[in-house]
């Protein structure tokens, strides 16, 4: 299990995260959510022992990892956005590198290659960066770590790449395994992830996971607000709405599973909104001018995380 | 490697791996400075019929491999330091006092072991080329005789205080450690001759200092020796005993305490 505590880390005088606790139980994807800047990939550092946290506590399986014990560095795989890799060839980088994992999945590994495409003969240099994120990837699912930590992992991969890839995750997400996404692509992932936890502001805004999700909240395509919106967001012939689910969902056409991408965008704009929508409790009916409201303030806090969306979601509780 | 190796604070099964590691990942530069240094002395061969490194005393041969060794040593850490193989250097499964460990086995050990074979191997078949050639086969370098135990001693040290510098410095580490070096050794010398004028007064200067201040600057290397036992103590201690100690202790530190930082996401 990962336990963190009122843990606080921070760039020079910037606070990224204060007092931050979280708690991650094996069998599950979890999925990592938020803005540029949000700490989604420090926190993953964090994890592996990369950072250390200025203070409060970060336990792995019973392991500190700033520490960086020899025991829990190979139980634990981090696999960043932009992976480097030697100028060797595969074979070479199993007989010096995977040698430090003693539940390295060599079969699991050459299958993974291979169903990837990637090319044994070439320096891993030579890859190209969707080939060295596939072999990263492969590398981190083969390892045989209990806690895998994969940053942005379907950016750079081509459609097939990302099914595979996908395939791959489900089959590594094994009871005693805990694994941590991070990303932006929600879409890619949104069925695999459970629960998604949300950063922002330095905590953790919400972790939803997917039974809950299903049951509270819905989406759909309207044509005019209704009643139990949480989210909207406009297009060009309607709007795109996050849907509390109730007994009376008239007026709101088919609901489907809740779309993650809203479901985070609604974290963002209307935390409060989106909490009591999770509650069950009633919504004040939200017009238009707040729906495009609520869509500008997700668009200025990727700009500035903690200012704009703040505000309107304190606006929007009110 | 097994589970139960992987529990132990230290392992020399993973400290042997990354000594391996760091050999296969330099062999290639060594290869190539080795096989500049054949083709110069072929060279000379060719042009004055005699090897230039086959010296009497064997110091080419010496310079060269504590030169490479040195630079090496310099640059021993700057993978930890890189923005991206960074995270990775710092996440290999395996202790920072071990691959601290396999930096220094690599370069105070491994590498003049190797290099000094080599460079022997090389100079015997230098000077077999040269008889072949007419001329009168150089001498074949002995390493232990040309290195010595006191050679080892202050090139270790020279490599200890650079693999330091490497762990410190991110960039440049090599001209900002040799900064460091000459900046310490010039301020050291000059309160030692302010504290010695203090205590002994200016016709307490041992011989070398007078000539100096008589503008003679004739300094040889038993200067310490002539100043006093004493000081001559004083200066063997820090220069066998603080400096290494000093440089790996502190070197071991910025490597345990190293985080990955200097790629901000």
Redesign the interface.
């Known amino acids: 299990m990962v336990k963190i505590q009122s843990m606080t880390f921070g760039?020079g005088k910037r606070p990224l995260f204060e007092g931050l606790d979280l708690r991650l139980e094996p069998g599950t994807v979890f999925g990592l959510l938020g803005l540029n800047g949000a700490g989604k990939?420090?926190l993953l550092?964090l994890l592996?022992?990369?950072?250390?946290p200025q203070s409060g506590s970060i336990s792995v399986f019973d392991a500190e990892p700033r520490r960086?014990?020899?025991?829990f560095?190979?139980d634990?795989?981090?696999v960043?956005?932009?992976?480097?890799l030697?100028a060797i060839k595969p074979s070479a980088w199993l007989e010096?590198?995977a040698?430090?994992?003693?539940?390295f999945n060599r079969k699991a590994f050459l299958e993974l290659a291979h169903e990837f495409a990637l090319d044994e003969d070439k320096l891993l240099t030579r890859y190209s960066y969707g080939q060295r994120k596939k072999f990263a990837l492969a590398a981190a699912l083969s390892s045989g770590s209990r806690l895998i930590l994969l940053?942005e992992p379907t950016n750079g991969l081509d459609i097939p790449s990302k099914s595979q890839f996908r395939r791959a995750l489900a089959s590594s997400a094994e009871a005693d395994r805990i694994i941590v996404v991070s990303t932006h692509q929600v879409r890619d992932l949104e069925r695999l992830i459970d629960p998604a936890v949300i950063v922002h502001g330095g905590k953790i805004l919400f972790s939803l996971g997917s039974e809950m999700m299903a049951a509270r909240l819905g989406s759909g395509h309207v044509r005019e607000l209704g009643p139990d919106v949480v989210y909207a967001e406009k297009d060009r012939v309607g709007y795109s709405v996050l849907l509390k689910r109730s007994s009376d969902n008239t007026g709101s056409g088919e609901i489907q599973t809740a779309d993650l991408e809203l479901v985070f965008n609604a974290a963002i704009a209307a935390p409060r909104r989106l909490e009591a929508a999770l509650r069950g409790e009633s919504l004040r009916p939200l017009d238009p001018a707040d729906a495009a409201q609520a869509a500008d303030a997700v668009r200025t806090a990727d700009q500035a995380p903690s200012g704009a969306a703040k505000d309107y979601a304190e606006e929007a509780s009110k | 490697?097994?589970?139960a190796?992987?529990?132990?604070?230290f392992?020399f099964e993973?400290l042997a791996?990354l000594v391996?590691?760091r050999a296969?990942?330099d062999f290639p530069s060594v290869a190539i400075v080795a096989g500049i240094l054949a083709g110069i002395n072929l060279l000379s061969i060719l042009i004055a019929g005699k090897a230039v490194m086959n010296d009497p005393d064997g110091q080419s041969w010496i310079f060269a491999i504590s030169l490479a060794g040195l630079i090496l040593a310099g640059s021993a850490f700057k993978g930890m330091h890189?923005g991206?193989?960074g995270?990775?250097w710092?996440?290999?499964?395996?202790?920072?006092l071990?691959k601290y460990a396999a930096a220094l086995v690599s370069y105070l050990i491994l590498l003049p072991v190797a290099a000094a074979i080599g460079a022997t191997g090389l100079s015997a078949i230098l000077s077999l080329i040269e008889l072949i050639a007419g001329g009168q086969g150089g001498r074949i370098l002995n390493p232990i005789q040309a290195f010595g135990v006191k050679g080892w001693i202050d090139f270790a040290t020279g490599a200890l205080v650079l693999a330091a510098g490497s762990a410190t410095f991110r960039k440049r580490a090599l001209i900002k450690t040799l900064g460091i070096v000459i900046v310490t050794v010039l301020v050291a010398s000059g309160l030692l001759f302010v504290a010695f004028i203090g205590v002994r007064g200016i016709q307490g200067l041992p011989v070398p200092f007078v000539r100096m201040s008589d503008g003679g600057w004739n300094i040889n290397g038993d200067m310490s020796m002539k100043a006093s036992p004493a000081l001559d103590v004083l200066l063997g201690i820090v220069r066998y005993a603080f400096v290494p100690l000093f440089a790996l202790l502190y070197g071991y530190f910025r490597v345990a305490e190293k985080?990955?930082?200097d790629e901000?996401?």
């Open positions: 760039y990939t420090s550092k592996a022992g990369a950072l250390s960086r014990e020899a025991a560095l190979a634990t795989v981090f960043p956005e932009d992976p480097w030697p010096r590198y040698v430090f994992r003693p539940a940053d | 490697m097994t589970n190796t992987l529990n132990k604070t392992s993973r791996l391996r590691n296969l990942e890189d991206r193989s995270t990775d710092l996440l290999l499964p395996a202790t920072s071990e985080e990955a930082r901000v996401q």
